[in-house]
């Protein structure tokens, strides 16, 4: 097993494989002992990548194809065992790029004041899921023309906050052919999540109504 894994030399993504599958794996293990150690074997290659890494210690790599014996070891079993091809990482880092451009996207053409006191990681956490709120509201669906002064005024603030910080409906087509209005940029992915119900949507037309505004 040992020949193994130094033959292949992605220690890596072998490291990253094992994460993502050990646990959908079918092993006797009452009292935990297996997954307790097994998170210190992980510790211990993060501790290894991150001192080659901050250190150029290439040498340390010798050590990484241990980690895959010690699992092997741990949850191997005569049982097939289902495995993925470890995606988690290039998720990760896609997403994490799709965040930052559209913060950056926003920051370009904020309101001065707004972009001198900018820090991407707290709009991310705390304005954005305040924005997100503002930027639903609660209208009827008559036209403008009929909208009461408060709902009037509503729209109003709607309007300057989006352009304050660089928000604006933009309409695109669907995979399924439909029409439908989305935030430009879409500031609604960085708060959503896939186990969170979603908030209350706006219906077309008004997304419609605030982008003509």
């Known amino acids: 097993m040992l020949s193994a894994a130094q033959a ?5 993504k072998a490291i990253q494989g094992i994460f993502e599958n050990y646990l959908n ?3 006797k293990d009452p009292h935990l002992e297996a997954l307790s150690l097994s998170q210190d074997w992980f510790c211990f290659a993060d501790l290894v990548q991150h001192s080659i890494l901050a250190s150029q210690s290439f040498s340390l790599q ?6 895959s014996v010690v699992f092997h070891l741990l949850f191997a079993g005569p049982a097939q065992a289902k495995i993925v091809y470890p995606r988690s990482q290039y998720e990760v880092a896609s997403t994490l790029s799709r965040n930052v451009n559209i913060l950056n996207s926003m920051s370009l053409d ?11 990681q707290a709009m991310a956490t705390e304005l954005l899921p305040c924005l997100v709120q503002i ?8 036209g403008v023309q ?4 408060q709902e009037k005024r509503q729209l109003t603030d709607l309007v300057d906050s989006m352009i304050s910080y660089n928000v604006t409906y933009h309409q695109s087509r669907g995979e399924d052919g439909q029409y439908r209005y989305v935030l430009d940029p879409n500031v609604e992915l960085l708060t959503s999540f896939p186990d969170i119900p979603q908030r209350r949507q706006l219906t077309y037309a008004t997304k419609q109504l605030i982008a003509r505004e």
């Open 146 to 149: 009929l909208f009461s002064q």
């Open 25 to 27: 794996v079918r092993v």
């Open 135 to 142: 930027l639903s509201p609660n209208f009827r669906p008559v």
């Open 110 to 120: 904020m309101l001065p004041s707004l972009r001198r006191g900018f820090n991407g």
């Open 62 to 67: 010798a050590y990484l194809p241990f980690v």
């Open 8 to 12: 292949s030399g992605e220690y890596d």
